[in-house]
């Protein structure tokens, strides 16, 4: 893949695309400013996009989908982090494996910078970091920083976007900021309970918040809170009882927006539907058997997570 004319036209012009943006960098993935709480409870609304260059951020869109980015030229980020669908992938025996062999379901790159740390192993502390470890593992693109870069300066309109947003031909800081700023630009506003904890009393049916409610007092808010209704902490995977195809792990817990677009669930993706997940959670760490009523109305509640993107709900994207 070459960045075509087009592409080109794209980026140069993305300051007309995009009229609300502004110059605004982050170094780690915790500097997103959550707004302030509009009630006394333990999770906040997805804030909107910060301000960004926006010719970084389509420089940014074009490098993800950038299949130079992998040594075979064969795949890019978003092959498997796809922001035209869930974030994640459809497929639900796709994988990432570890360096120390393990092999974990792939999170979804909606929302990642509002997490503290990154990767189910919560290896990586700022987005910047993780796309460079992901350019160098064997396992995903089987490169690194430098041979992108040297494949990029290799062609006339990328250098030339690069110039464009940066002011000077591709370097290792330069890609890796673009790829991050777009990262960070792919948060999910709007979400139906979001709404509500704005002040929309409608935005939620008796049974879904029922099951905020239900969330609250068995004891999943300890673990699933904040602005990403988790990512801010690490837990131990199977706490009571064994969760997942292997023996209790610790693992960062992941965040539930848009959670019910992403199956599979777990770690391990052992999980295919969020009923199945959610009787499970229960189980291996909190020690309840749920009912059957009990789960419908959590996963009532887990559906009203889901966020909107270019103004469509996640679901609706593809």
């Known amino acids: 893949m070459s960045f075509s004319r087009s592409v080109w036209t794209y980026v140069a012009s993305a300051a007309l695309l995009l009229p609300g943006y ?3 960098e982050r170094s780690t993935t915790h500097e997103i400013n959550s707004p302030a709480p509009v009630a006394d409870e333990p999770i906040t609304p997805v804030p909107p996009a910060p301000a960004f260059d926006p010719k970084k951020v389509a420089l940014g869109e074009q490098l993800f989908k950038d299949v130079r980015l992998s040594r075979q030229g064969t795949h890019g980020c978003a092959t498997c982090h796809d922001p035209d669908s869930n974030g994640s992938t459809r497929h639900t025996d796709a994988v990432i494996r570890s360096q120390v062999g393990r092999n974990f379901d792939v999170p979804t790159i909606f929302n990642a910078a509002l997490s503290f740390r990154l990767s189910w192993e919560g290896k990586y502390h700022s987005l910047e970091e993780q796309a460079a470890a992901s350019m160098v593992s064997h396992t ?9 870069v040297d494949r990029l300066s290799r062609d006339p309109v990328a250098v030339q976007a690069f110039r464009a947003a940066y002011g000077h031909a591709p370097d290792a ?5 673009a790829l991050a700023t777009y990262e960070r630009s792919l948060v999910t506003p709007g979400s139906r309970f979001d709404r509500w904890l704005a002040g929309d009393a409608g935005a939620l049916t008796p049974k879904e918040l029922s099951g905020y409610r239900l969330f609250k007092s068995l004891g999943c808010v300890s ?9 801010n902490l690490f837990q131990r995977h199977g706490v009571f009882r064994p969760l997942g195809r292997r023996e209790p792990v610790m693992l960062r817990v992941p965040s539930l927006r ?3 677009e992403t199956a599979p669930y777990f770690h391990d993706g052992s999980a295919p539907t969020l009923e199945d997940a959610v009787r499970r959670m229960g189980a291996a760490q909190l020690n309840f058997n749920l009912t059957d009523e009990q789960i419908s109305t959590i996963v ?17 994207l593809n």
């Open 140 to 148: 995903t693109m089987d490169s690194s920083v430098a041979e992108s």
């Open 223 to 231: 673990c699933h809170q904040g602005v990403n209704v988790g990512g």
């Open 300 to 316: 009532a509640f887990l559906h009203t997570l889901t966020g909107r993107y270019q103004g469509h709900a996640v679901g609706e």
């Open 258 to 260: 848009n959670v019910a």
């Open 173 to 177: 800081g330069s890609l890796l900021n």
């Open 22 to 24: 502004l110059t605004a």
